[in-house]
C-alpha cells in the first residue's frame, strides 16, 4: 500500500503560478496528476514515469504545466503556470503500480486532493 500526500494547493490570480507537491510512501511505475472541477468529471492532467523520463500531458494544460522528479526522489511536482480561471478544480496526486498514462482507472493509489482555486 503507497500513501500519497499532496500540498501546495491555494488561491491565486489569473496569469499567476502555483506549484503541487505530491510525496509517495514507496516506490510506484508511474505517479500522474488528475483534476476535478465542480459538477465535471475528473480530467487527466499530467503523468510520469518513476525515472522522470517519460512524460505525458493533457491537452488543456501542454505548455503551462510542468511535471518533474524522479530517481530516488519520492517527490513529485506540478509546476502551474500562466493559470486561467478554468484551471480551478480540486487537483489529485494518484500513483501506478504498473500503468504510465492519462487513464484514471488504471491508477492504484490516491492523495486526498488539494483546491486550486484561480480567480479572473
Known amino acids: 500500500q503507497v500513501k500519497l500526500v499532496e500540498s501546495g494547493g491555494g488561491l491565486v490570480q489569473a496569469g499567476g503560478s502555483l506549484k503541487l507537491s505530491c510525496t509517495a510512501s514507496?516506490?510506484?511505475?508511474?505517479m500522474g496528476w488528475f483534476r476535478q472541477a465542480a459538477g465535471k468529471e475528473r480530467e487527466f492532467v499530467a503523468a510520469?514515469?518513476?525515472?522522470?523520463?517519460?512524460?505525458v500531458y493533457g491537452d488543456s494544460v501542454k505548455g503551462r504545466f510542468t511535471i518533474s522528479g524522479g530517481y530516488n526522489d519520492y517527490t513529485r511536482y506540478l509546476q502551474m503556470d500562466s493559470l486561467k480561471p478554468e484551471d480551478t478544480a480540486v487537483y489529485y496526486c494518484?500513483?501506478?503500480?504498473?500503468?504510465?498514462?492519462?487513464?484514471?482507472?488504471?491508477?492504484?493509489?490516491w492523495g486526498q486532493g488539494t483546491q486550486v482555486t484561480v480567480s479572473p
Open positions: 494518484a500513483a501506478s503500480e504498473r500503468y504510465f498514462g492519462g487513464r484514471e482507472g488504471e491508477y492504484d493509489y
Open positions: 514507496g516506490y510506484t511505475y508511474a
Open positions: 510520469i514515469s518513476w525515472t522522470g523520463g517519460t512524460i
